[in-house]
């Protein structure tokens, strides 16, 4: 189903070249380049800050260590680099770099990308976070090119884009990992078809279920992640860089084009928004919460399946651990963990939202803070999600154990009482019939089918043989017919139309 486009009149970017309502004022020059102009920087106390200009006093080296991001930020390197090579293209198409000027400076950051990806790169403290890391070595490599990348942004705009990059990336891993995790239940349902599950409330045995019907559950909420995921993603989907350190630039700067080149698919109408925005963070962390929520279900259920108790499911082996005292033990903690991990993952998104609380327009370095949640709510999901698709392919439920004890439990008693309604008999009535019933048989330990026809006759004389045709759970899980339920040819039809709609 098609996704309702959000609407912002603002936002678009132009189908074709952009004439957006933007400074159009031409730099200098007519051969397209703000020119030459050798620049002796001189250095202050604070030396080698980028911005150490103002400074007559030297950074305390316990004040570098507290700020320092590059510990976490490093992650963002290529987003860095990608958003950086966009930038010196867009400077370039609108004559503030000449084309020689921008392919100096997307070369020389290539060559980081690659030295970073080989791990040839050193990091440092003193250069606070990544932005700063790549635009001095670009600096060291290309000369005085590269001091006129940071032209027309800040590293409030910059760090932005690199973030809503990173977003980006990770929703669309995400998206593979939950599919990934849905083919693994959708795999079994054709195996586990015939088999019947108690379905409880209150944890109380209540109505029989296919086991099918149990796994396509599972593929519906993690379905409903996707679409959650897919909706954050068009919002996290816009571009930041242009709104400069809140205010915009001067420099006549192309926005729309900057966007083309990073496939964003809007681009931010308001810099003083976009600058202390972090809803896509918050967004985000939220999906992977509701995730994270949908995964600990699915691990409890499946430890208490899986207890001596219940007795339903064998887990793999080799997702288990053994305990140092006691010899037979064979416990679930993958499943705990997973389960266990949900409060951490609630816990970053917690951290988020206090973090921008009350925060004063625009950017303040509080925000520096918005990564590490993130990254450990992505982190910690990810390998959840990964983990649990093959925990789900190698499980195998216990048949006979399950069989054994599935006419216990009354499972058949409401599709009885429906049996009822159908021929006449009003629901209260029809319910306090069969409430009587299942106390007198469970007064002789014996399930419905086995009473006697009197007794049936006692509470209502039209009743005839035929009500063994439907009592029993196989036969009630054969009465039910509405859509979603959990009749046979209704799991059918789920099962086919998932199996349709996920290539595997
Ligand atoms: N490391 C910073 C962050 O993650 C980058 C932006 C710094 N901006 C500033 N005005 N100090 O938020």
Known sequence: MEMRKIFHPLTEIPKRQASPPVATVNPQKDEGSFGERKTVSKQSQAANKAWGGVFEEAADPRMEKFSESISFDRRLYRQDIRGSQAHAKMLAKVGVLTADEAKAICDGLDGILADIEAGNFEYSIKLEDIHMHVEKELINRIGDT????????????????????????????????????????????????????????????????LAPHYWLCYVEKFARDRERLADCRKRTNTLSLGAAALAGTSIPIDRFETARLLEFERVAANSLDVSSDRDFALEFTFCLAVIAEHLSTWAEEWILWSTCEFNFIKLPQKFCTGSSIMPQKVNPDLLELIRGKTARVIGDLQTLMVLVKGLLLAYNRDLQEDKTPVFDAFDTVSASLDLAADMVRDAKLNREAINERLEKGYLDATTFMEFLIKRGIPQRTAHGMVGRLVRSAMNRGIPLAELPLQEFQAEDPSIDDSVYEILGVRKAIDAFQSYGSTAANQVRYQIDTWKKNIEF
Do not use: Y
């Open 146 to 209: 590269g001091r006129k990348l940071h032209t027309g942004r800040s590293r409030n705009d910059q760090v932005s884009t690199d973030f809503r990059l990173w977003v980006r990336d990770a929703i669309d891993k995400m998206d593979s990992l939950l599919k990934n995790l849905q083919k693994a239940f959708i795999g079994r349902c054709d195996e586990d078809f015939d088999c019947i599950l108690p379905g409880f409330t209150h944890t109380q045995r209540a109505q029989p279920v």
